[in-house]
Each structure stands twice: as structure tokens, then as C-alpha cells.
């Protein structure tokens, strides 16, 4: 369990993936903890690393007597980055963490390199709103008003097909920690951004779900208008969390944003750690030792192109990518690289059993001899990593 002391307060965060990718930062929203990312989480994997965190007053984190001040939670999120020496951070907030993320950026610029701002604006609903909601949260408790809150978080749709996902989702808000909860409020009542929102200078992505009943497109349009070049997009169908009714369609739209400002320089960097993790440090030190002005041009294209963009795609993992790659350098009769590929599967987790099934699939669609081929080059890579087949010792 990792957790930090943070301005007096105990945060717990999860930070996940390979230190070589880019980061991406989410701050989730009123009510939820950590966990509302993770249906997003597996169609980014492959190209981000992730820190997630708990916001005073929800999940695992300290959770101080109410009332909050903005301020509270958005120096909760700056004291976080600045422990763990994280700048130039991809932000991503989903309703008061879109708040959050736009209070950082505002506040500390050096920390966020872009931002995501997802069913959230630079003022959420009016100060009566925030007092009914918090004097009958006081007087009935959160399972007085978990129902409607629920039908805002998501579309009618999902709520017929996904009754007991609903379910869970509910367990989740009525067991956030009442005095966390009507802290928050208080915060988000307090909350007018709109002159600090105009000034921001990050690329921003705005996000908002149809169907979302808390924060509606209009809502989050006029903060989109605020933001100088902001790109405004609505995800069909899904409600005030579209990272978890739509997770791919999210993951989408925040890939192709990323990728669009993500400069050349940063896509090799990214390629090159791309290519480390897969095919190993000693064979790229090999390679980039042996590199000549000749061909230096093709050195970079394959690492930018090909590790920086094809291999860094989600909805295919690493090993579904190199069993793919695997089957197509022994179906064009490239041993070389087929042979390198196969060594890589001690970084991508294609075990021997799945390279033995897409080599005998590959003899059916690509012929026998082109899978006898590759089989022999496969049991000489493997025995060349000391990898044992058919009860052969360990070298």
C-alpha cells in the first residue's frame, strides 16, 4: 500500500507502470475513490503509466472534519507530485477532479504538461444546491440521496444493463466517509475558476457524456470556451463517468490527444523505451553501438514509427503484439528478426506454449514448411536464452 503525508493529511495513491512511459495523473470525482479508473486502465496500459490517489475525505486517505476549502484538495494534489518529483504531468479530473486539475494547473503550471478535464466545469452547480444537499446528507445520511445521484452518474441504458455493476457503484458512494463527503461540497461550492480557467496555457481536452446528469454537455462546453484552443468532445451514450460506462471511447479520445501533442523528440524517447522493455537493454545497446550516419535515419523511423506509435497502441497488449510479429516474420521468412522475437517473449510474457500454438496455427494459413522453418529457429532461440523444451535441463 503505498501513502504519503501530505499537509498534514495521509494520502493513499497507487503509481503503476513502467517508469519509461509518460504519466498520466487522474483526480476522481466527489464520491468515488481510486477505483473508478480502472475500467479505463486496460485501454491505456500498454502506452501510460498511471498514479491514481484518494482525495482527503474518500477511499483510504485521511479524512479531516468538514468543511474543505478548495485550496484543501488542490495543494493536497501539488504536495503529492511535488513528494513523488513528478513535473510535466499528463492531468486527467473527472467532475470536482476536473476542478482539482484545473486548480493545479493554474496554481503550479511546471507540474501539467496537458489536461483532461472530464464532466466537470469551472463552477458546478449554485451555493443552495451544495447547502440542501449537505444539511440533508447531515440529517438522513448518503443513502437518502445515493438513488439520485446515481441516476446522474449514469444513462438510462446502462442502468438497465448493468444492474449489478450499478450495485457496486453504490456500495462505493454510500460508504464514502460522510464528513469527506460534505467536505468536498463545501469545496465545490466555493469553487469559481472561471478567471484562473481563462488563463490556463496547457492543451486541454474537454470531455462530457450525453447523458451525463451532474455536469451537461452546455456546462462543460462554456469551461471548454473559457480555455484558449481547447478541444471539446461529447462520448454518446454514457453519463457523469465515462471512464466507466465508455472506457474505450474515453481512452480514445485521450490517446489521439496525447499523441497529437506529444512531440517528435518525446515520441523517440517514447519509442526507445518501448523498444528497450520489449526486445532488452543488451540488444538495443547492440544496435544503437553499432548504428552509422547510413543508418541512423531507418534507426530512428522504426523507433518513432514503429516502438513509438504501432507498439505503443492500446487494446493489443505487448504479448498479443508479439505474437502477431512472431507469426508474420516466420510466415515472410525473416529469421533474423523472427529469432529476435522470440527472445523478446521473456519481456512481452508470450509464453512457450502460445509461441508453439501461433507457429502450428501459422503451418495451416502459411504452409508447413514455413512453420517447420520457424519452429527449429524458435527451440534454437529458446535454448539460446536457457530456456528448456521437452524435458531438455535448464543451460
Not at 445520511?141 to 445521484?149: H, K, P, T, V, Y
Not at 450495485?167 to 458512494?173: E, K, P, S, T, Y
Not at 484558449?228 to 481512452?251: M, N, T, W, Y
Amino acid at each position: 500500500m503505498q501513502t504519503l503525508s501530505v499537509n498534514g493529511q495521509t494520502l493513499h495513491y497507487q503509481l503503476d507502470g513502467p517508469a519509461h512511459l509518460p504519466l498520466i495523473v487522474f483526480s476522481n470525482s466527489l464520491g468515488t475513490d481510486l477505483r473508478v479508473w480502472e475500467p479505463l486502465l486496460p485501454y491505456l496500459r500498454d502506452q501510460f503509466r498511471f498514479l491514481r490517489y484518494d482525495k482527503r475525505g474518500h477511499g483510504l486517505s485521511s479524512c479531516p472534519p468538514a468543511p474543505y476549502q478548495p485550496d484543501d484538495h488542490i495543494d493536497d494534489l501539488i504536495g503529492l507530485l511535488d513528494a513523488l518529483e513528478l513535473t510535466q504531468v499528463n492531468l486527467c479530473g473527472l467532475s470536482v477532479g476536473g476542478q482539482i486539475a484545473q486548480g493545479v494547473a493554474a496554481k503550479r503550471p511546471d507540474l501539467v504538461k496537458n489536461l483532461i478535464l472530464c464532466d466537470t466545469a469551472h463552477r458546478i452547480g449554485t451555493a443552495d444546491m451544495w447547502n440542501t444537499r449537505i444539511e440533508g446528507i447531515r440529517e438522513q445520511g448518503l443513502e437518502a440521496i445515493a438513488d439520485g445521484i446515481l441516476e446522474r452518474w449514469f444513462s438510462p441504458r446502462f442502468h438497465a444493463v448493468q444492474g449489478d455493476a450499478i450495485g457496486l457503484w453504490r456500495n462505493m458512494l454510500v460508504r464514502t466517509p460522510v464528513e469527506g463527503y460534505l467536505g468536498t461540497c463545501a469545496a465545490i461550492r466555493d469553487t469559481d475558476l472561471q478567471a484562473s480557467t481563462r488563463e490556463l496555457k496547457q492543451p486541454t481536452l474537454c470531455v462530457v457524456g450525453s447523458e451525463d446528469g451532474s455536469t451537461p454537455p452546455d456546462r462543460v462546453r462554456s469551461m471548454a470556451e473559457l480555455i484558449p484552443d481547447s478541444r471539446f468532445e461529447v462520448i454518446e451514450g454514457a453519463g457523469h463517468l465515462p471512464c466507466v460506462e465508455q472506457p474505450k471511447a474515453l481512452a480514445g479520445l485521450i490517446v489521439d490527444f496525447l499523441s497529437r501533442h506529444t512531440p517528435a523528440s518525446s515520441r523517440y524517447e517514447l519509442g526507445m523505451g518501448v523498444r528497450r522493455s520489449v526486445l532488452g537493454n543488451a540488444h538495443v545497446d547492440r544496435a544503437e553501438a553499432n548504428k552509422t550516419s547510413f543508418d541512423e535515419p531507418f534507426q530512428r523511423f522504426i523507433t518513432e514509427s514503429a516502438w513509438g506509435s504501432v507498439w505503443s497502441r492500446p487494446t493489443l497488449s505487448r504479448r498479443d503484439r508479439s505474437l502477431i510479429t512472431i507469426a508474420l516474420m516466420a510466415a515472410l521468412g525473416h529469421e533474423d528478426e523472427l529469432a529476435m522475437h522470440i527472445r523478446a517473449t521473456q519481456q512481452t510474457g508470450a509464453s512457450l506454449e502460445e509461441v508453439r500454438e501461433t507457429l502450428l496455427h501459422l503451418g495451416v494459413y502459411a504452409g508447413v514448411p514455413a512453420s517447420n522453418t520457424a519452429i527449429r529457429i524458435a527451440k534454437e532461440a529458446y535454448r539460446s536464452k536457457g530456456v528448456a523444451i521437452d524435458g531438455e535441463s535448464e543451460q
